[in-house]
């Protein structure tokens, strides 16, 4: 039996994916911003099921924006400025990742 080496180069386009995930974030963002408006439109009270629902999925499109702000400021942080302003993203990430899990669990 022969023993063979076998080596893989795995390469990762990091832009492309938060280029898209900004994309999709936004897509997003703004259907629901004109859901919204479309059920004030109709008259829908804001404590009904399906604004609670749309209020929900909004929070969750927040907590990919603030973790893909985080990860991007982590990324480029260098020197105090930077790390601090990593810091300070990472903090907004966990409070509305906190407050995330607080609507879910309403």
Known sequence: MSE???T??????????????????LILFR???????????????????LAQGVAR????????RTLHTAAMLLQAASGP??????????GATVMTAADTMTMLGE
Request: proline letters at 5%.
């Open 57 to 64: 999925i909004q929070q969750f499109v927040m907590l990919i």
């Open 8 to 25: 893989f180069n795995l390469e990762l386009n990091v832009e492309e994916a938060f280029s898209n995930a900004r994309r999709i974030e």
């Open 81 to 90: 400025i930077g790390w601090a302003m990593a810091g300070i993203s990472v």
């Open 31 to 49: 259907a629901l911003g004109l859901w919204n408006r479309i059920m004030r439109l109709l008259g829908l009270p804001p404590d009904s099921p």
């Open 4 to 6: 063979e080496t076998v």
